[in-house]
Every structure is written in structure tokens, then in C-alpha cells.
């Protein structure tokens, strides 16, 4: 229980948590206070001097003196004002001075009507200027696809470089230059480096860095429609707030969730979003007429009927469900085809180790952590996964984890750990354990120490850890001195650690990878230790896949090598993603009729024979599970042409049309959630996360407009000078439009953030029980997978033989990009630039051996295939492995392990 | 006339001429005492630092925690970057060898590991002087692994000469360890102070080179004899950098006390031409200034000089004679302050550029009443809230040179007509009139 103090501000009497500073507990008190450069996630360090407040030594001193309310502990009996005059007057003239230099360009600022310079200069009070010189100008910089630059508006507020250099442990931006003129950016023109530079839109509170995409088919930001959203883009689940205006997406923002992704995402999470708006979006119903060989245009009614008698007089219907769609979506194609004849459309490999990982959570007793919690670990080993590229927020909470050892020495300095700029220079370099074991060199690599090797290597060292805590797990036999010394080192540093945790994953396609990580959380537990498991995932709703259970891909492909089926019906899923190319040729080719719902036209709608245009996550609403089992809703931003409908609705539709009349009980997505957790109960609790459909807060629904939202009665005025009906939710509470209950929803339902007076992304303060910590309500989103205290479950037992590289072959190991692995990111424009071209990656001394360079050309035999690829050197790998990136544009699918042959050097 | 710094003695930066005149002997004598023992007699001295704010030396170097797991350091400081103070360097120069033999027993004192010495980048010459004296120190055993063997102690220490790269706010305490690290040299806000969270986060003493060049003959003769020297309150000699229109300009060491009209007149020879004084700034160009009425009977040390509307600074006085545009001598103070500020707090990064613009206008023949009003109040915004003194530093010059020599600054200035504007009836926080006022206007 934190320690409580009292405190007067202004007169009043408030008891509040003595372990922050005076700011955050203003501000946790629902109180206004101007403030620039502290974040709540990166702590203060009292630079812009915009928070003063007055303090008084007691009682009877009446003149008091100002002091940062940043920079200063609670301490009870504390006495401070923020009304003082002249306590007033100073926070009015820091906004005076900050002006001197700001262009007031806020009519052509993308960052207007959302920026918490313009809300701090509204909230103090300055408004007449007395500068009447010339203000200082810089040149701005390109800085790739993601982020705008226009210096000119900089406060010199230092937020950009720490949040870039000491949260995301960047190192090419930076500051230069002195007084008034110092200059936020790179040492020369170029794409930001970082994966989460994207945040700076966010942490950065002026128009300096803002969001190059939003620019790109700009609309000022109160004039969006917003929904709360789960980013689609990986496994890991992060909360966002889409925004939609003119039938297009224009941006995602954070949405914060205390639990999950805090105040921060990922630029593949943020920036990916514009595959929505693709030209290769499936808009309207394609339908093969009778005696025509391709697909044209049908409307719904017509596609409806149409594929209901294809059903109708198929014998046998089978379904292929997917990782990207929603639980409610895959029940709704189960429940056509029924269980019997549904698969998921990924391979067994995949399917099998989620599973295991699943149940390893589930039926175990160890604890698998929320990010935020990852934050929080001591002590972190990474088995076999480039967390930066495969789980990119798990990744920046390591890096926030690597604090945890270190900032404990502030205590017994009596240095609050939230002084941020102290912390760091007590702390200097020193890091808590990480350890990352990967085959090739990773980003993390520089806040950890590091292994190299391939997958069966990885779980080697796995098992080595786990035999060095607790004598009874198996062991690795035949170990090298390496293995054997960082093992030992390893399992130290766990035993002395208060909150451990393992991090693995099925990124190598290896199963020995994901039992060793369990077996060091089993010895750690045996050894009686506190210990917490996180495994990775690879999609959106991956989780919820295993979760539901059935059968994979190569289940399905070899049902129909025993008995044919006419009609094939793939949800949301690109089958050619996910298997060799022949063999799916091979799957398809079983069938008379395909079927396909899905959002964008890829390999698998070529082969179709029917496609249903689907909503993708922005026009949907649905459940997705995150790799910690954690379900949570997303809502639909926006309805686009009518034909455009949840994948759920549309299947439903069609069984009632052909016949299975039962369905039409289904009205809306509540009713899919509840029919699904009546025939899967483990689900049970999906269906409360989030209010029903029918509430209301005081007769009313919640907006998905801002009352500030512009243009509706004229926005559609080049068709009809009348006001359009807004569109019906049935499925959620929420309005499309401004009318609604103006005060703050329930946590799951926030739209956006906005507080009077606060506009910007700094509202979140007033959504939080205090600053930092949960929304009022809680955070959403439910943990369907919690430990079993007592379960014993028994050591995994098989350790691979030590990698022996054979002469000539290169066994391949998976690699993965933040840019370019993920299937719908890559059609969004500012991520495509990024994509790394096709590509092997091979070991300094291969390459030596070889005598190839990076510009090199290899031609590859990969199974009865020769593919050519270009050369990529990396540091890390060992020499015998060759690295593959996966499901990269332009690369082959490839399944794992696999050995590949040189048959030709072109340097 | 006592001197301890700047002796008569022809060669004393030699090691040699240094150790014929029992150069490093007080070492073995402080090594004789305990640590303890060393800062309560700096503390009784009544050493007051020489690097501007005359803290109390003995006290300062109580503040170093006794036990620590991490290595305790001494930072010494001679950025010497303040316009109007230049006597460090005759240290450098001409007794460089007390400033090492004081940093050995300043570090023994405060049980560091090691002193850095911080020379200002520009000072090329004084860098190679000392350089040289230090690497004589080094062959002779004095300073590192060998001087176990030399003092016949167990206490071991090194000494290290790190260059500026010509900013002044390196001079600055936390900056320069900042700068020493090879970071930006940004100041740090304190708390935590540089004995808990110091030079690479480790318990560090900060020390000006003239201070610490005053240890070994204080150790040497004993604090009675040091405490007798000059002003009681601020004992000691100082050096006293005088310039400007002085008939003599240069360092003068001499009891603290001595009569500021003394010093301009007796030993820096008076003003040329026999002009009157118009303006003498006592410490180093961010003190206040004082005008020529207000110099006699002003005593040269820190308490004397605060009764007085001023400060001792580092003793670096500036004379001005009657002729004297002191609006141009305000510009051009304010440039320096605005050029050398490290942007990272607003009212010193915002507002120095805001009062050399306003300076500029002025002295252009361009500026209004108003721009006085405005000097002052920007001034007086940025005195104390800023995160190190470099705001007082640039706010000081402003708000006393104003105040001080107001008819000067109003001669310079035309007379403002105040226009009713709307954004001022709008606003009224700055107005200057109440709104009745405007309107009857
Ligand atoms: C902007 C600024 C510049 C400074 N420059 C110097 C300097 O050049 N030399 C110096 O000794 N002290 C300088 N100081 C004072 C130091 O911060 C520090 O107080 C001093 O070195 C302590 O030494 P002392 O206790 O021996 O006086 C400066 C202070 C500020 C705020
Ligand atoms: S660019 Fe933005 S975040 Fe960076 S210092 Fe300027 S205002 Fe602050
Ligand atoms: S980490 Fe994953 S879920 Fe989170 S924003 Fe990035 S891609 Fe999206
Ligand atoms: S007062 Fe000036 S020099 Fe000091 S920290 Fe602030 S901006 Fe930098
Ligand atoms: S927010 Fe407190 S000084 Fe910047």
C-alpha cells in the first residue's frame, strides 16, 4: 500500500499517494496544471519550468516561493498554490516566451484542435503578445514515410529525444546546436531509424512531429469519427483509436490501456492502418455467372442468393477459418459448415505449437504477463524470438524492464525514481539482466547479452538453464564451455530475480524452443521461485484460434486427397501465405466452387469463384485474443458501402437464406459472442467486457463524433443538400455521430480522449483512476487464461543434438521484419518504402568462404526450386545457417526446417 | 603585504624553484592527519569557494558521504569562462603546482579517487602550463600509483587535466561533469547535489582552482593564520581581475576587504584621463553593477559587497568611465548570455534572446518606454526559476543596469504612445493601463 500524505492545495485538504511528484498528483486529482516537458511515462525532469506552483514553508509564510510541481515530492503537510497570482503569472509568461519563437501557424498546423501547446496557452491565460521581433527559423528535415517535420513549431520541451533515445533506445535523433536555437532532429536527412518513432506524433506536444500518413489525405482531427480499436498488425493486441472521415481511415492514435500497450505502439501498428483504404480493397460481391469464366459484379441480394443455392446443393461444405478474423467471425463459418468441415487456415506446425503454448498457460501453474507487466520484470530471457520485429511492443517493454534492477539503487539516495534525469545519472549505463538467444543479431541485442545459434541450439541452452535451477529437469548433454558458462550466469541471475520472465515463441518453428522455455519456468517453480512465461504470437487473434481448437490446414488439404468436396469457403485468409505454393494449387484444385470473404484482393481471390467483400477490422466489430489471453473487443469506425459487412454477418445471412433458419436469432454481434461461449464455455465472460448493445448513459448513446465535428450537413451536399440518416449500430452502443452522453464511457467504449480544456492525447489523464494507472472502470479487455496454482506438470524431455553445419548446406532460419512479414501492413504506402527487398542472410564467414559480398546474387535450391536471391551479411549468424525472410513480398513459402543448396554465386 | 597565490619569487611554476620553497611537504603533513582532521581545518579557515557564490569550502566538502560504495571524485574548475574574470589563469601560469599539491590534499580529504581539472578550451597556453607541471608532478612520484611510495601513505590518487570545448555554461558545476561524461553539458536540476549524484551518479566535490590553489597554506600555516587574513567573514587573499578603463589592468592579490576605490585607484592606477567612474561591476559581468556614487567606502568581500547591491563573484571588476554607452555595455553582456545559454530551460533559453533583441532595438535608436518595462519584468520572470544560475547570471545585468542607470536607458528610448489596440482591450494581462484608462484615451 503506497504511503499516504496530506496535503493542502489551494486551501483544500486532499490524502494522496506520498510516492509521486506534486504534478501527477495534481493532475490524479483531476486538478489543472500546465506542464510540457514531463510524460507520464518517462517521469520529469523539470526543464520547461511551466508547472510552477507556489510552495509555502508553513502556516504562517504567506509570500511563498515557485517551484516546479514536476520536480517536487509530496511530503505530508505540504502547503502549495496553483491560483497564486503571481504563481499565475509565471506559468503565463513561460507561455509568453514559448511564443516568442512558435510561429502561431495553428490554422495550417496538422496538429491543431489537438495540441497541448494550444490547450496550455488557452489554460494560462496569455493571449497578447509584446515580442515584436523577429522570430528564429529552421530548415525541417525528411525523416521518412512515417513522420512529418517542421521544426519551426518546436518548444524545446526535450520530450522527442527522451522519449526516442531513453524509451525506445533510439540513437538518430537527437538534439544540436544551443540557446534558442537548438534543433530536434537527425544528423542529416534520412528515415528515422526506430521502430517507434511513430509515438513522437504523441509524445511531441506541438506540430513538430506529426503524422506524415494523417497528411497525406489530411482532415483536421475533430472532424473524424472514432472508434476504439485492437491493432490487427501482430499478436501482442495493442488498444488504438481509429479515425475515419469521407469513407476513409485517416489515422490510428493509442489508445490507452493501463495493462496492455500504456501510452505507446508500434509504427507497423500505427502506420499500417492504410490497407483499409487500398485500391485493392474488395468493395463490392464477385460472382462467376453460369457459363461465364470470370467474376463479375453482383449486388448483395443477388450474392446472397446465389451462394445460398451453391450451398444448398453442395454436398459438402467445408470452411477454412482464420488467425486475422474475429472469434465471432470463425464461429459463424463453424457453424456453417460445422465443426466437422471446418479448418483453420494455417499449417499444423503453426497450429500445434500454439497450441502447446496455450496449454502450457492453461493447464500449468506458471503466470503469463500483460505488457505492462513485462515493464515491470527484473530479469528477462528471450529464447528464439526477434521481438523487435516479431512482437514489437513486447520489445519496448523489455527495454523499460532493463530499469527495473537498476533505478532500485535511486532508494537509498532518496532519489525519486520518478526524477527521471537523476535516476539516469545515478544509474548511468548499468542495465538489469537481459538475455536474448536468436540466430541472428537483434535490435535488443544492445540492452542484453546475447547468444547465437539455431533453433535447436536455442532450446539447448533453454534446457541447459533450466537443468542449472533445478537438478531434476532434463539436461543438454555434450554442452560447449559457451552453453555451459552463460547457462550457469543465466540461471543466477533468475535465482536472485523477484520477477522473472521467459519469452519465447514459435517464430523458429520450433517446438523444442517453446518446451524449453517452459522448463526453466517448471525448474524455477520447483526451486520454489516466483517465475512468469510469455510466449509470442504471431496474428491478431491467433490465440483465439488455438483457443477454439480444431484442425489446421494440412488436416483439410488431406481430406479432400480422400474424398472430394464441391464448395470451399476461406474467411479472411490468404492460403498462399501459408503454404507452399503446389500445395495449396493442389487443395484448390479439389474444389468446384470457392468461395472467398475477405478485404483485399491477394493470391487466394484470384482463385475464387465467389468473393464476399468483407469489413475489415475499421468497418467490424468483433473479439480478438492477444498472445496473454487476453479478449477484447473492437468496434466498428465506420460503414462503408453497404455491401462492406462483418464476416460474421454476411455468413450468417447466408445460412438463413439457405435454409438454416435457426441463425435468424442472431440480430447482433452480442448474440454471436453469447452463442459462441454457450458451445465453447471457456470463453465465458467475452460477452461482459463491454457493455451490451442496449446501454445507454442517461437515455443516451455514446458518440462517435466530437461535439466539435464540422461539416455534416454539408459534407454530402454534392449529392443531396439533405442530412443523410446517420447509420445504425445494432451492434454496440456507440452513434455514428455527435449526438450522445458528452461525458466520459465506459473504458472499453472511449472513442477519444477528451476532457474540457483538453484536447490532446494529454485528455488520458482525466480517463485514469490516477495518472499512469487504470481507466476509471478498469481496463478492458478480459484474461481468459489465468494459472492453475496447483498444477505439476511434468518436464518436457526433448533436447536436440547439438547442430552440426553440413558441407554445402545451409539449414534456413526464419527472419522477420517489422516492415514486410505481416501480410495487410505491407499495403499501406509509408510501410511499403520500408519493405526490405527479397533477400538470404548468411554469416560473415559463409560469406568469406563463399567469397560473396552484400551487392552478391546466390541462386538457391529450395525445394526442386531455384530461387535467386541477393546477400545480406549479418554479424551475428553462425556459420551453416542461412537466414530466410518470411512471408516477406516477393519470397517464396518455405516449410520449416529446411536445408537449402548453392548452386550458383553471382558477385 | 601578504600574498599566497601569486608569489615574488622568480620560476615558482618550476617544480623545482616550487619544491625549494617546501613545495609539496604539506602534503605529508595533511597525510599525516586524518581526513577529517584536513576539512575541519578548512573549516575553521573560513575558506569561502573563488568560483562565484563563496560557499563556505569546509562545509561543502563535509557534505561527501563518509562511506560509499561507488569512487568519490573532485571536480576542479577552471572554465573561467565569465567576461571580466581572468585570474585562474595566472594560477595556471605562475603557481600551478600549488593547485596540485592543494588538489592532493583536497582529494585526500574528501577520498576521491581522483580530480579532474576543468580548463577552458580557449585557455590553449595555460592548458600546455599545467599540463607540464602535472606531468613533472607524475615523473616525480607525486600524483598517482607512486606517490604510495613518495608520502609513504596508502592513499593513492590521479589527477587529470580535461579540456573545454568553449562553452561557458561547462563552468557551471553539474554541466561540467555533464561535459567531462562527454555529454551535453547540460546543468542539472538539484537536488540531488554532486556530493550524492555527481560525476558519472558518484559523490563529487566541486571546487574553483583558486580555491583549492588556497589549501596547502592552509594546512601548511594552520587555519589561525589563514582566518586572520583580510575580512574576517571572507578571509583570505583574492585575486582580483581589474579591467575596463583602468590606467593598469590586471590580477591583484590582496586581503579580501580592501577598498574596492582602493583597487581601482591605488593599485590598477586609476581611470584614464582622470575621467569619473560611471560604473564599476565588482565580481565578473553578471553582477550587478554599481553606479560611481555607490563605489566608495565599499569593502571587496562577499558580506561588504552584498550590503552594498552587489556580489564578489570571482572578483573580476569592470571600471567605467562617464563616456561609457551603457546601453551598448548591456547588449553586448546580454549577447553573451543569450549565445551561451544551453536551450534547455525556457525563461533563460527564451528569454535572454528576447532582452538582446529588446537591447539591440534600443540601442539601434529604435526602442520605446515600454521595452524598459519589459526588460525588467522578462528579467525578473527569469531571476530564480530557472534550472541553473546562468538565468540569474543574464537577468541580473538587465534588471540592475536598467534600475540603476534609468535616466541613461530613458534618454535612449522615445516615449511610447499607447494605442487602444483591440487585442489589448481583449487581453488586459498586460496591460499596462486598467481598461477606464484606455478608454478615455
Ligand atoms: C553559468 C555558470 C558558470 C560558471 N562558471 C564557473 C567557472 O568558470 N569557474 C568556476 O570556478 N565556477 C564557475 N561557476 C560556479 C560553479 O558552478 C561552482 O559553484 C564553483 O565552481 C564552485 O567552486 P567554489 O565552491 O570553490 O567556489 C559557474 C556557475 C554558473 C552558474
Ligand atoms: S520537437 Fe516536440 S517533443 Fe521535441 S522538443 Fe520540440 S516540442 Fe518538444
Ligand atoms: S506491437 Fe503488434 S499489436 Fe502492438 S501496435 Fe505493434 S503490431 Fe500492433
Ligand atoms: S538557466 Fe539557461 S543555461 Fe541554465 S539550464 Fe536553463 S537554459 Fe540552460
Ligand atoms: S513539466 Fe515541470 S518543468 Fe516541465
Known amino acids: 500500500m503506497a504511503k499516504m500524505a496530506k496535503i493542502i492545495i489551494d486551501g483544500k485538504t486532499y490524502e494522496v499517494d506520498s510516492s509521486k511528484n506534486l504534478l501527477e498528483t495534481i493532475l490524479s486529482l483531476k486538478l489543472n496544471l500546465q506542464y510540457f516537458c514531463w510524460h507520464p511515462a518517462m517521469g520529469s525532469v523539470g526543464a520547461c519550468r511551466q508547472c510552477a506552483v507556489k510552495k509555502y514553508r508553513d502556516e504562517n509564510d504567506k509570500a511563498g516561493k515557485l517551484f516546479m510541481a514536476c520536480m517536487e515530492p509530496v511530503v505530508d503537510g505540504m502547503r502549495v498554490s496553483i491560483e497564486d497570482p503571481e504563481a499565475k503569472e509565471f506559468r503565463a509568461g513561460v507561455i509568453e516566451w514559448l511564443m516568442t519563437n512558435h510561429p502561431h501557424d495553428c490554422p495550417v498546423c496538422d496538429e491543431g484542435g489537438e495540441c497541448h501547446l494550444q490547450d496550455m496557452t488557452l489554460m494560462s491565460g496569455h493571449n497578447y503578445r509584446r515580442f515584436r521581433y523577429k522570430k528564429r527559423t529552421y530548415r525541417n528535415q525528411y525523416l521518412g514515410p512515417f513522420l512529418h517535420h517542421e521544426m519551426n513549431r518546436c518548444i524545446q520541451c526535450y520530450r522527442c529525444v527522451r522519449f526516442y533515445r531513453d524509451y525506445a533506445g533510439g540513437d538518430d535523433l537527437n538534439v544540436f546546436g544551443v540557446h534558442s536555437s537548438v534543433y530536434f532532429g537527425r544528423h542529416e536527412d534520412g528515415v528515422l531509424e526506430n521502430e517507434f518513432a511513430g509515438n513522437l506524433v504523441e509524445v511531441c506536444p506541438t506540430g513538430v512531429f506529426t503524422d506524415n500518413t494523417l497528411f497525406q489525405h489530411y482532415t483536421r482531427k475533430w472532424d473524424l469519427t472514432s472508434a476504439p480499436s485492437v491493432c490487427v498488425h501482430c499478436g501482442v493486441g495493442c488498444n488504438t483509436l481509429a479515425g475515419e472521415r469521407y469513407g476513409k481511415l485517416r489515422r490510428i492514435l493509442t489508445r490507452y490501456n493501463g495493462q496492455v500497450n500504456g501510452y505507446f505502439l508500434c509504427d507497423r501498428g500505427r502506420f499500417g492502418y492504410e490497407f483499409v483504404n487500398s485500391e485493392k480493397r474488395i468493395r463490392k460481391p464477385m460472382l462467376r455467372l453460369s457459363g461465364e469464366n470470370r467474376l463479375s459484379e453482383a449486388d448483395e441480394e443477388t450474392a446472397i442468393t446465389e451462394i445460398s443455392a451453391i450451398i444448398k446443393s453442395s454436398r459438402k461444405v467445408m470452411g477454412i477459418g482464420s488467425p486475422r478474423a474475429s472469434l465471432e467471425a470463425n464461429f459463424t463459418l463453424r457453424s456453417l459448415v460445422s465443426e466437422r468441415n471446418f479448418y483453420w487456415g494455417v499449417p499444423e506446425q503453426e497450429f500445434s505449437l500454439l497450441t502447446k503454448e496455450m496449454n502450457i498457460l492453461r493447464q500449468g501453474s506458471i503466470r503469463t504477463p500483460s505488457l505492462r507487466e513485462i515493464e515491470k520484470c527484473d530479469v528477462v530471457v528471450i529464447l528464439g524470438e526477434d521481438l523487435t520485429n516479431t512482437a514489437p511492443m513486447i520489445a519496448l517493454a523489455v527495454r523499460q524492464s532493463v530499469r527495473q534492477v537498476p533505478v532500485q539503487s535511486a532508494t537509498p539516495y532518496k532519489i525519486p525514481h520518478w526524477q527521471d534525469a537523476a535516476v539516469r545519472e545515478l544509474v548511468q549505463d548499468e542495465k538489469g539482466p537481459v538475455f536474448v538467444a536468436t540466430p541472428y543479431a537483434t535490435k535488443l541485442d544492445s540492452v542484453a547479452r546475447t547468444f547465437r545459434g539455431s533453433a535447436d541450439e536455442i532450446a539447448r541452452l533453454g534446457y541447459a538453464i533450466a537443468g542449472a535451477i533445478s537438478s531434476d529437469a532434463p539436461k543438454a548433454d555434450n554442452l560447449n564451455e559457451e552453453v555451459c558458462v552463460l547457462s550457469e550466469s543465466i540461471s543466477k541471475a533468475l535465482n536472485k530475480a523477484e520477477r522473472p520472465l521467459i519469452i519465447a515463441g514459435q517464430s523458429l518453428k520450433s517446438e523444442a524452443i517453446v518446451n524449453a522455455a517452459a522448463n526453466i519456468a517448471y525448474a524455477m517453480r520447483k526451486a520454489g521461485k516466483n517465475v512468469e512465461l510469455c510466449y509470442t504470437v504471431p496474428e491478431c487473434n491467433s490465440m483465439g484460434m488455438v483457443m477454439m481448437g480444431g484442425k489446421a490446414l494440412d488436416q483439410a488439404f488431406h481430406a479432400v486427397e480422400k474424398e472430394a468436396m464441391d464448395t470451399l469457403i476461406i474467411m479472411e485468409n490468404d492460403l498462399f501465405r501459408r503454404d507452399e505454393k503446389q500445395a495449396v494449387d493442389r487443395f484448390l484444385k479439389r474444389f468446384k466452387n470457392i468461395i472467398v470473404l475477405d478485404y483485399i484482393e491477394n493470391a487466394t481471390t484470384e482463385r475464387a469463384t465467389a468473393i464476399i467483400p468483407v469489413g475489415s477490422f475499421a468497418e467490424s466489430d468483433g473479439t480478438f485474443v492477444n498472445n496473454e489471453g487476453r479478449a477484447q473487443r473492437f468496434y466498428q469506425v465506420f460503414v462503408p458501402n453497404k455491401e462492406i459487412k462483418e464476416s460474421w454477418r454476411w455468413v450468417r445471412n447466408i445460412m438463413v437464406t439457405s435454409g438454416m433458419k435457426e441463425f435468424s436469432r442472431w440480430k447482433n454481434l452480442l448474440d454471436y459472442t453469447q452463442a459462441l461461449i454457450k458451445e465453447m464455455p471457456y470463453f465465458t465472460g467475452i460477452d461482459t467486457i463491454t457493455p451490451p448493445p442496449g446501454f445507454r448513459i442517461a437515455g443516451r448513446k455514446i458518440p462517435r463524433e466530437p461535439y466539435r465535428y464540422s461539416g455534416r450537413t454539408a459534407m454530402h451536399a454534392d449529392k443531396t443538400v439533405h442530412e443523410p440518416k446517420p447509420p445504425e449500430d445494432v451492434d454496440s452502443p456507440m452513434s455514428f455521430t455527435m449526438e450522445g452522453y458528452r461525458g466520459q464511457p465506459p473504458s472499453s467504449l472511449i472513442p477519444f480522449f477528451w476532457s474540457p480544456g483538453w484536447n490532446s492525447a494529454q485528455a488520458i489523464n482525466k480517463y485514469q483512476i490516477e495518472v499512469g494507472g487504470p481507466l476509471h472502470g478498469g481496463d478492458p479487455g478480459k484474461r481468459l487464461i489465468e494459472p492453475l496454482p496447483n498444477a505439476k506438470p511434468s518436464y518436457f524431455t526433448d533436447v536436440p543434438k547439438a547442430f552440426a553445419p553440413r558441407e554445402g548446406e545451409w539449414m534456413l532460419v526464419p527472419v522477420y521484419h517489422i516492415f514486410g512479414s505481416d501480410e495487410l501492413s505491407v499495403h499501406s504506402p509509408g510501410v511499403r518504402e520500408l519493405v526490405p527487398k527479397p533477400y538470404i542472410m548468411l554469416s560473415p564467414d559463409d560469406a568469406a568462404r563463399l567469397q560473396v559480398t552484400s551487392d552478391s546474387e546466390l541462386e538457391l535450391g529450395i525445394g526442386g526450386q531455384v530461387e535467386r536471391l541477393p546477400v545480406k551479411i549479418n554479424l551475428g549468424l553462425r556459420p551453416g545457417l542461412a537466414g530466410y525472410p518470411v512471408t516477406l513480398p516477393g519470397m517464396s513459402v518455405v516449410r520449416f526446417p529446411v536445408s537449402v543448396k548453392i548452386s550458383g554465386v553471382k558477385k | ?441
Open chain 2, 1 to 441: 603585504m601578504e600574498k599566497i597565490l601569486l608569489l615574488d619569487i622568480p620560476n615558482y611554476h618550476r617544480i623545482d624553484v616550487y619544491r625549494e620553497h617546501g613545495g609539496y611537504e604539506t602534503v605529508k603533513k595533511a597525510y599525516s592527519m586524518s581526513p577529517d582532521e584536513v576539512i575541519d581545518e578548512v573549516k575553521k579557515s573560513g575558506l569561502r569557494g573563488r568560483g562565484g557564490a563563496s560557499f563556505l569550502t569546509g562545509l561543502k566538502w563535509s557534505f561527501m558521504p563518509k562511506t560509499s560504495d561507488k569512487p568519490k571524485y573532485l571536480c576542479i574548475n577552471g572554465d573561467e569562462s565569465e567576461p571580466g574574470s581572468f585570474k585562474d589563469r595566472q594560477i595556471f601560469e605562475f603557481n600551478p603546482h600549488a593547485l596540485i599539491e592543494g588538489a592532493l590534499i583536497a582529494c585526500y580529504a574528501i577520498q576521491a579517487k581522483a580530480a579532474y581539472i576543468y580548463v577552458r578550451g580557449e585557455y590553449h597556453n595555460w592548458i600546455e602550463m599545467l599540463q607540464k607541471a602535472l606531468d613533472d608532478a607524475y615523473s616525480m612520484g607525486l600524483v598517482g600509483e607512486k606517490m604510495k611510495e613518495t608520502f609513504q601513505t596508502p592513499y593513492e590518487c590521479n589527477i587529470y587535466i580535461h579540456k573545454g570545448a568553449g562553452a561557458y555554461i561547462c563552468g557551471e558545476e553539474s554541466s561540467l561533469m555533464n561535459s567531462i561524461e562527454g555529454k551535453r553539458p547540460y546543468p542539472r536540476v538539484k537536488p540531488p547535489f554532486p556530493a550524492q549524484n555527481g560525476l558519472w551518479g558518484c559523490p563529487t566535490t566541486i571546487n574553483n582552482v583558486e580555491t583549492i590553489s588556497n589549501i596547502p597554506a592552509i594546512i601548511k600555516n594552520g587555519w589561525q593564520w589563514f582566518s586572520r587574513i583580510g575580512e574576517p567573514r571572507h578571509p583570505g587573499t583574492l585575486l582580483f581581475g581589474v579591467s575596463g578603463h583602468v590606467m593598469k589592468p590586471g590580477v591583484y592579490e590582496l586581503p579580501s576587504g580592501v577598498l574596492l576605490t582602493d583597487l581601482i585607484y591605488n593599485y590598477a592606477g586609476g581611470v584614464p584621463g582622470g575621467k569619473k567612474i560611471k560604473c564599476v561591476i565588482p565580481g565578473g559581468s553578471s553582477m550587478p553593477p554599481l553606479r560611481g556614487d555607490q563605489i566608495e567606502g565599499v569593502k571587496m568581500d562577499a558580506e561588504s559587497l552584498k550590503a552594498a547591491g552587489s556580489a564578489i563573484g570571482t572578483g573580476g571588476v569592470i571600471v567605467m568611465d562617464e563616456d561609457t554607452d551603457l546601453v551598448r555595455v548591456l547588449a553586448r553582456i546580454t549577447k553573451f548570455y543569450y549565445h551561451e545559454s544551453c536551450g534547455q530551460c525556457t525563461p533563460c533559453r527564451e528569454g535572454t534572446g528576447w532582452m538582446l533583441k529588446a537591447l539591440n532595438r534600443i540601442a539601434r535608436g529604435q526602442g520605446t518606454t515600454s521595452d524598459l518595462e519589459l526588460l525588467i519584468d522578462v528579467a525578473k520572470n527569469i531571476e530564480g526559476n530557472t534550472v541553473c544560475a546562468l538565468g540569474d547570471a543574464a537577468a541580473w545585468p538587465v534588471k540592475f543596469m536598467i534600475t540603476r542607470f534609468r535616466d541613461e536607458f530613458e534618454k535612449a528610448v522615445k516615449k511610447e504612445v499607447v494605442m487602444p489596440v483591440a487585442s489589448m482591450v481583449h487581453s488586459m494581462r498586460h496591460t499596462a493601463l486598467p481598461l477606464a484608462e484606455l478608454k478615455k484615451n
